[in-house]
């Protein structure tokens, strides 16, 4: 193989993103230093698109997961609220009384009522 044949045979590769293991570049390449540094330079970049292609792939899952998971919460929490119609802020304050010998009510003194919030 000459280094024209070389050469284009290299572009064709890197254009095609074809694995670079080829046996004739490689045998080519490590005997014309001009075509050894073209080869190291294409194996350099097919290295660099690699990892670079599993970034994406891993950054583009995280997105995913998070997105469905976010999804996930507002539809629990759409239909928690939707079931409860809970206000935080409402509070109902319930008198405590017990009946006095008359049969009428009374406060009951001395007590502390507590009210819990959900």
Request: charged letters at 30%; glycine letters at 6%.
């Amino acid at each position: 193989m000459n280094c024209a044949e070389f050469e284009k045979r290299l572009q064709t590769a890197v254009e095609r993103r074809l694995p670079m293991s080829g046996g004739s570049l490689r045998e080519h390449a490590s005997h014309c230093a001009r075509c050894g540094e073209l080869w190291q330079e294409a194996v350099f970049l097919e290295r660099v698109i690699e990892a670079w292609a599993a970034e994406v792939k891993s950054a583009n899952l995280t997105d995913g997961v998070l997105r469905r998971l976010t999804a996930e919460e507002a539809r629990a929490g759409r239909l928690a609220s939707d079931a409860v119609p809970v206000r935080p802020a409402e509070l109902t304050v319930v008198a405590l009384t017990r009946p006095d010998a008359t049969g009428r009510s009374e406060r009951i003194r001395g007590r502390t009522a507590r009210a819990v919030v959900a």
